[in-house]
């Protein structure tokens, strides 16, 4: 039992690390280039946009190669082990913008760090990803390790977001970045060196690049948790993005206090998943998934209406609740997609599926993209130094009004799939 919590812990942590630099990266980077240095909400689409149809090619290429990799060291610890640094790297000079870049030279360097930070941690998401159905097999073991995972999750989402308004205050974006990226890749590296990956057989077939994409486009279920995930991730992108908006624009505070919005979603979130996980356990994954995609969706109505720091933050607090129950249950479907395409082909290549899966996530880029082009269109608000005549209503419009929307089509993609029993095992749920 000793050795089982161990392995869990050695796993689950790794979230922590991998979701630090990611997270002040896509939350940060709007509010820092946009309303700090003068990127035009135009510009900033435009890198979204970009940015979204290179991360669709690379996600399923990083997975292919990582199942396909055969060292002494395994086949996802190099890609971990190698990755890490370069990420650490990129987010820094992302954040670390030469003062005399102006217009188009400002636009180009955004761009390039944007999507070079951006696609190494892909490399790092496409083996860690793929690391989960292989070391957890039941649902039993995958429900609790995912629950821890999710809770490091939300702990470095309270580091990554809802502190970084207090830290880069005293410190800068810059120094914020050193800080982040070093803690974030000591955590990926620890991850990597102690956990254990199985080792494939003499005999196990090396998956092949045709073979895999036919699979994969053939697999209904693929697609529709595949586009279900994409909706739910670009609603909540789209919420890390524009919260600082609506606390500057649409109830008129200093930027730090959107602190406390993100500490309510993060912190009711880190209380719930364990409700969640037992709640998987006790009424098995589907059902479960689709209410807490409803949950999600619903809990956009109150923020709509807060006027106030008290009202947004109980608000936000149930927006934290529902939050919880889809990470809990988001990554127990991949896992499921993973094991029946195991069982039916006879060749793991969790790494390309997980991915595949991602490169659907990242597609939540064209909707993030849209969204601030609308408000440009809708709103006005051109950039932090040329807001427009409506600031408030165009934040309120960013988080209150897309991100439901988003939620609504993912709940109807969730109802068009369903998995057979499985065989029950020891510990395992029969989901």
Known sequence: MASSRLKSFNYAVGMFGTSIPINILKTYAAIYYVGKLGLTTVQFSLILFIYTFIDAIDNPVYGFLSDRTRTRWGRRRPWLVIGTPLLVLGLIAFYSTPAFLTGNALLAYAMLFYILTGTLDSVINAAYGALFPELFRSDAERASANALRQAFQLVAMIISIALTPLVTGALGYSLTSILYGLL???????????????????????????????????????????????????????????????????????????????????????????????????????????????????????????????????????????????????DLIGAKIMDEDTAKHNVRREGIISNALGFMNRLNGLFTSAAFYLVFVLFGFESGLNPGPQPGNAARFLLTVFPPALMLISLVFSFFINFRPAKAAPGDLGV
Request: aromatic share 12%.
């Open 184 to 330: 974030g890749g000591a955590v990926i590296l620890y991850m990597s060196l102690s956990s254990r990956e199985t080792a494939p057989g003499p005999a196990e077939p090396k998956p092949q690049l045709w073979d895999s994409i036919k699979s994969l486009v053939t697999n209904g279920k693929f697609w529709i948790a595949g586009l279900a995930n994409a909706f739910y991730s670009a609603a909540m992108s789209l919420v890390l993005a524009s919260m600082p908006f609506f606390v500057k624009y649409a109830l008129d505070l200093s930027d730090s206090q959107a602190t406390f919005l993100f500490a309510a979603v993060l912190l009711i979130a880190i209380g719930c998943v364990s409700i969640w996980a037992r709640l998987v356990k006790r009424f098995t994954l589907i059902p479960v998934w689709r209410i807490a995609l409803a949950t999600l969706m619903v809990t956009f109505i109150p923020l709509y209406f807060a006027n106030s720091l008290p009202t947004a933050i109980a608000a936000s607090a149930l927006v934290g609740f529902g939050f919880a129950g889809v990470i809990t249950t988001m």
